[in-house]
């Protein structure tokens, strides 16, 4: 027998998907400030959707949206909306703030697309055990540390960003964070840490604090050796 659900539900579920769907604005919104080279507040917006896209899942399970707008594909939504805010936009980024030799500008934002697309049409995206395989696209935390907490030289730049287009492709497994099977409440209390951290680096840029930048510093270590850990200690074993 099929559940009926009220007008309340379904104007919840609904919510839940405008909320969803305001990830897309954030988005637009930082597109403005990239136009005007505006970086502080180009990575704050990017910061607003990522963090949209971190909690919205926890509404859509709360408020069954599932169950209540079955007709609605909240993950088809969401893959809109994340390739946009992880993909197009970081690229766009990538490109306006100039960070390679104008020769490889145009070309590196193109790989940032081009791998960016042929990685989400892959099969088995997500393991069985709940890994990304491959790199996921998360072109907004490259350019994030490019940007606001890495100082490398050009060269440097171009190298990350042809190191994670391959990256992308390799069988390695990058933690799911929200569905981490393994250390799981270390792995959300780092991805805390860094959604914290990330817009006070923001706000002081360019005059970030040291001890902020070694704390993104020491993020982005803690998932590489967890990924290195994950992809080769274990298989070892196995």
Known sequence: MSTQYNNIDKALAWSVHLFTASGLLAGFMAILAINVKDWRAAMFWLIVA????????????????TEVLPNMSGKTLDY???????????????????????????????LILLVSAIYYGKEGMVSDDYYFIGFPVLWNMVVFYLVFVLALPVWGN???????????????????????????????????????????????????????????????????SLSAIDTFVKQKRN
């Open 50 to 65: 990522l963090v949209i896209d971190g909690v919205d899942g926890t509404f859509a399970r709360k408020f069954k949206v």
């Open 80 to 110: 809109v909306i994340d390739f946009a805010t992880y993909a197009i936009i970081p690229a766009y980024f990538f490109y306006m703030a100039e960070l390679v030799t104008p020769d490889w500008n145009l070309p590196l934002t193109f």
């Open 158 to 224: 171009a190298a990350v960003i042809v190191f994670f287009a391959i990256l992308h492709f390799l069988p390695v497994k990058f933690a799911y964070p929200s569905q981490a099977t393994r250390l799981k409440s270390l792995t959300i209390f780092a991805s805390a840490i860094i959604l914290l951290a990330m817009p006070l680096i923001v706000w002081f840029y360019p005059e970030v604090p040291s001890w902020l930048k070694w704390v993104a510093i020491g993020n982005l270590g803690y998932f590489g």
